[in-house]
């Protein structure tokens, strides 16, 4: 007896010490400061904050290298455009804090799936549950929640509502940090990051351009 004991006292341990560490590993935090984004109970809030804010200075350092006038708002709208027609270049706007940090949130315990081919996000993770019960806008909220009841949620059936409503990134950071986890995190497990010369990264041309969409949303700050 004693002996079986101390095999489930040792094991015990090694699980808790393997626990901590998964939990602590990341460190490099750079905006540990700014205002809380994520309060559910359960959750890394520290790294979700980090990974949200990590995202939103690449996207808009990238843009304004484009046309220095860019808000965030608007990088979220070209940038969200992007990632659902599957034209996003991830390896010219992400940065190596990014990757750092991109490296923490695969350690997350319930966060991602394997074989899902819509999205690696797992959306019954406690982070989109979160996510569900706190984005603000009622249509938004209704489609979000109605998609993942029913297991039809991916980034291409959510994106054309949240194309529309691209404003709302700006005071809902619920909603902002789904974009950032399943249009930017998610689609970086599809990218050799080891490639990526951070040294002489350039901007790309005209996002517009990019995407062969001459139409653009007139909100998104070009010129007709």
């Not at 006292?9 to 699980?15: D, E, Q, R, Y």
């Not at 990590?54 to 808000?71: G, M, P, Q, R, V």
């Not at 819509?118 to 989109?128: E, G, Q, T």
């Not at 995190?185 to 951070?198: G, P, R």
Request: aromatic residues 12%.
């Amino acid at each position: 007896m004693r002996t079986v004991f101390f095999k489930l006292l040792i094991i015990t341990l090694a699980f808790s010490i393997v626990s901590c560490k998964k939990e602590n590993t990341f460190t490099d935090y750079k905006y540990a400061d700014g205002p809380a984004v994520i309060t559910c109970e359960g959750l890394n809030s520290k790294l979700y904050q980090e990974a949200l804010y990590a995202f939103e200075n690449d996207i808009l350092t990238y843009h304004k290298k484009i046309n220095t006038s860019t808000t965030l708002v608007q990088a979220y709208s070209r940038v969200m455009r992007a990632s659902i027609y599957g034209q996003l270049k991830l390896e010219e706007i992400i940065s190596a804090h990014t990757v750092k940090v991109f490296k923490a949130l695969k350690n997350e315990n319930d966060l991602w799936v394997e074989g899902n081919p819509k999205s690696r996000l797992n959306y019954n993770s406690i982070i989109v549950n979160c996510i569900s019960k706190n984005i603000m806008d009622k249509a938004l909220n209704t489609t979000f929640n109605a998609l993942i009841s029913t297991n039809s949620m991916s980034p291409k059936l959510f994106g054309s509502p949240l194309m529309s409503k691209f404003t709302r990134t700006s005071n809902d950071k619920y909603l902002a940090t789904y974009i950032a986890l399943d249009l930017f995190y998610a689609k970086l497990f599809d990218v050799d990051l080891s490639k990526i010369n951070f040294d002489k990264k350039e901007p790309l041309e005209d996002f517009d351009v990019i995407l062969k969409k001459p139409e653009a949303d007139p909100h998104a700050g070009h010129n007709h």
